[in-house]
């Protein structure tokens, strides 16, 4: 098994970065992942001192890994072995980012107790189930010059899938000879669409499997996702919030300030920290886009992290 954590990491999408190492079809690799700010958050960092983080330094990645034999046309295949969290994680508003920015201006902390078991607690209001996985896993784009990580491209990248957890499988088009692969971004857990822009940012500690694909041809990422063994969130049922406009973006605005509006008069919450609820535990869906001229977008909310 491949050990990383030893290797510097590195902070942007270049060809030029020399591997940190090569590896083979099956090489499995184990690393920590530090949370996004390249721990820069701490569980004593308070929602003032995000105004001073040093975006040079976030979106901290392990690697690149040079698969031996890969080359444009292939698949670097990586197989989720294990994810796990390291006692704590954050969600927070950054002003200026998130779905709502126009909304929700001032910058907004939660500070996450994720050493007791499997569940993280939100405010007495809420109990959220821990689904840990890498927001970030990518091949190196074919670029001239260092290109920020976010936002994602076809090659992956920040893609903040929350289904990329133990047991699946993200396959990633190779750009470049040797896929220059790289992962980071740990999340303890997510909602789809991450509207306030942060999940769980946690430090992971994790272990996946490299594959290489011959010939594939991906036109962007695939992703095989495993059963789920226990539907903790399903089980209890949905809260559903819609929006409904001429345009996805506005659509999906309307159907997550709805789900705010419900969370504050349903539970007693601020705004902003049903906004953060919802970042990590709804899920947002496209539930039309065929009747024209509008189209629908659902944000749905486990009933069961309330219980």
């Known amino acids: 098994m491949l050990e990383l954590d030893e290797t510097p990491v590195h902070f942007r999408w270049d060809p030029t970065l020399e591997p940190v190492a090569v590896v083979e079809d099956g090489t499995v690799v184990h690393c920590r992942l530090a949370e996004v700010t390249d721990d820069q958050v701490s569980p004593k960092t308070t929602a003032t001192d995000l105004a001073d983080?040093?975006?040079?330094?976030?979106?901290?990645?392990?690697?690149?890994?040079?698969?031996?034999?890969?080359?444009?046309?292939?698949?670097?295949?990586?197989?989720?072995?294990?994810?796990?969290?390291?006692?704590?994680?954050?969600?927070?508003?950054?002003?200026?980012?998130?779905?709502?920015?126009?909304?929700?201006?001032e910058a907004r902390l939660h500070i996450w107790d994720l050493g007791a078991g499997k569940v993280a607690e939100f405010l007495d209001v809420a109990k959220l189930p821990l689904r840990p996985f890498p927001g970030t896993v990518g091949v190196c784009p074919a670029v001239d010059q260092p290109t920020p990580v976010m936002p994602p491209g076809c090659f992956g990248g920040n893609i903040d899938c929350r289904d990329v957890v133990?047991?699946?499988?993200?396959?990633?088009?190779?750009?470049?000879?040797?896929?220059?692969?790289?992962?980071?971004?740990?999340?303890?857990?997510?909602?789809?669409?991450?509207?306030?822009?942060t999940a769980i940012e946690a430090p992971l500690e994790v272990r996946f499997r490299v594959h290489l694909r011959k010939g594939l041809g991906l036109r962007a990422p695939q992703l095989l996702v495993p059963p789920e063994p226990d539907d903790r969130?399903?089980?209890?049922?949905?809260?559903?919030?819609?929006?409904?406009?001429?345009?996805?973006?506005?659509?999906?605005?309307?159907?997550?300030?709805?789900?705010?509006?419900?969370?504050?008069?349903?539970?007693?919450?601020?705004?902003?920290?049903?906004y953060l609820l919802a970042s990590v535990a709804a899920q947002l869906r496209?539930?039309?886009?065929?009747?024209?001229?509008?189209?629908?977008?659902?944000?749905?909310?486990?009933?069961a992290i309330f219980e």
């Not at 896929?179 to 306030?196: F, N, P, R």
């Not at 309307?254 to 601020?270: K, Q």
């Not at 496209?286 to 009933?303: G, K, R, T």
């Open 53 to 105: 983080l040093d975006w040079d330094r976030v979106y901290p990645l392990r690697g690149p890994l040079f698969v031996d034999g890969a080359e444009v046309g292939d698949a670097v295949e990586i197989e989720l072995l294990a994810a796990e969290t390291l006692g704590w994680g954050w969600t927070a508003i950054l002003p200026g980012l998130g779905l709502l920015a126009e909304d929700f201006p």
């Open 166 to 197: 133990v047991g699946s499988r993200l396959r990633l088009p190779v750009q470049v000879p040797g896929a220059l692969l790289s992962i980071g971004d740990g999340h303890g857990a997510q909602g789809d669409g991450e509207v306030c822009v």
């Open 233 to 274: 969130l399903g089980r209890a049922g949905w809260f559903a919030a819609m929006g409904v406009a001429a345009d996805l973006m506005v659509a999906a605005k309307d159907a997550v300030r709805s789900l705010i509006d419900h969370l504050v008069a349903e539970y007693r919450l601020e705004a902003p920290d049903a």
């Open 286 to 303: 496209i539930s039309e886009v065929v009747d024209a001229p509008n189209w629908v977008v659902s944000a749905y909310l486990p009933l």
